[in-house]
């Protein structure tokens, strides 16, 4: 089955620092991949969507230079927390559909997660 | 909100017995999905049902869907101690490019 890789699975690193977190997706390609956020014991909330070879598309309320998403290749997006804050700590998901599948009618597949923690 | 309602919020049942989530949405869909998620893990798809089906089969899952009333329903038969985890509908709205908006979820414990 379709396999989406995230990595790191955690990081915990000091205030200020810059983090970043790929995705990317193992057998298949996928020209849009989807960044969420969860905060414990609630539902992901959508980030952004990342569009291969275009800018990503941001949700309300989501910072797009303090979250850069890019989307290099068919198989790889990247979220960049720029200069993160405690606030920040979270548990990061991206998710990605097949781009061969082209009906809109297809689940997609998601990463284990990024477990992000700011001291 | 971006999210729909999903109720209830915490289900706990004996091994053995069915569970039973909610699902409500707001907007017109082009389908609608169920995820699992374990315990600080990604997410695993279970089912997707399209917006012109009413009744999706896989296993011991069985989902509704109620376009009428905006609602879906996930329904567990026979449940195990191994489907202990949280439950989330996710709706792709017609319009929104693929989009999933997901609902608050449902965190399910099932005791041997």
């Known amino acids: 089955g379709a396999v989406v890789s995230q990595h790191p699975s955690w990081v915990i690193c000091k205030s200020g620092t810059s983090v970043k977190i790929e995705c990317r997706s193992l057998?298949?390609?996928?020209?849009?991949m989807f960044w969420y956020r969860q905060f414990p014991k609630q539902s992901l909330m959508l980030m952004a969507t990342?569009?291969?070879?275009?800018?990503?598309?941001?949700e309300q309320g989501v910072e797009k230079d303090k979250f850069l998403i890019n989307h290099a290749s068919l198989t790889l997006s990247t979220l960049t927390v720029t200069s993160a804050h405690p606030e920040d700590s979270s548990f990061y998901i991206c998710?990605?559909?097949?781009?061969?599948?082209?009906?809109?009618?297809?689940?997609?597949?998601f990463g284990d997660g990024t477990r992000l923690s700011i001291l | 909100s971006q999210q729909g309602e999903e109720d209830p919020q915490a289900l706990s049942i004996q091994e053995g017995e069915n569970a039973t989530m909610n699902c409500s949405y707001k907007?017109?869909?082009?389908?609608l999905q169920w995820y699992r998620q374990n315990s600080g893990r990604g997410l695993v798809h279970l089912i997707l049902?399209?917006?012109?089906?009413r009744e999706k089969h896989s296993g011991r899952l069985r989902v509704t869907l109620d376009t009428s009333k905006k609602s879906s329903s996930l329904l567990i038969t026979a449940s195990r101690a191994a489907d202990t985890a949280s439950y989330f509908c996710?709706?792709?709205?017609?319009?929104?490019?693929?989009?999933?908006?997901f609902g608050a979820g449902t965190r399910l414990a099932v005791h041997p």
């Open positions: 996710a709706t792709d709205a017609a319009g929104g490019y693929n989009k999933l908006i």
């Open positions: 049902i399209r917006s012109n089906e």
């Open positions: 998710s990605a559909r097949e781009l061969a599948r082209g009906s809109s009618n297809q689940p997609q597949h």
């Open positions: 057998d298949f390609q996928a020209t849009t």
């Open positions: 907007t017109s869909i082009n389908n």
């Open positions: 990342s569009n291969e070879g275009s800018k990503a598309t941001y």
